[in-house]
């Protein structure tokens, strides 16, 4: 399955388990692509010691996910795409919808 998560959320346990939903998903052989929209592109500055969101983030581009930051959101918040989540389009957003099975957000 193709599998499209788009996280525009900043509540640190949501954001975690949305990423331990795309590597579970992973494990499966499912194909997942996140994009990261509004406050969903702050999700690198949200570890706590209970919610250790960038390890998953990593875990999931590890087995072959992918994650995408939206450009102007990103923009507006006076930062840049990274390594982790590089700088991406509405056209990209368009394409994980179109070309997924299913399509969740968080």
């Not at 209970?50 to 990593?58: L, R, Y």
């Not at 102007?72 to 056209?91: A, D, H, N, V």
Request: glycine letters at 8%.
């Amino acid at each position: 399955m193709k599998l499209g998560i788009v996280i525009y959320s900043t509540d640190t346990e949501t954001v975690w388990n949305a990423f331990r939903f795309g590597v579970f998903a992973r494990k499966r052989g499912d194909t997942v692509k996140v994009f990261l929209l509004a406050k969903g592109v702050e999700c690198e500055s949200l570890d706590t010691e209970k919610f250790k969101v960038t390890e998953q983030m990593k875990s999931l581009v590890d087995l072959g996910g992918e994650i995408l930051a939206c450009g102007s959101c990103l923009k507006i918040r006076q930062s840049q795409g990274t390594e982790l989540c590089p700088l991406s389009t509405m056209q990209d957003l368009y394409n994980i919808v179109k070309e997924a099975d299913k399509v969740v957000s968080f």
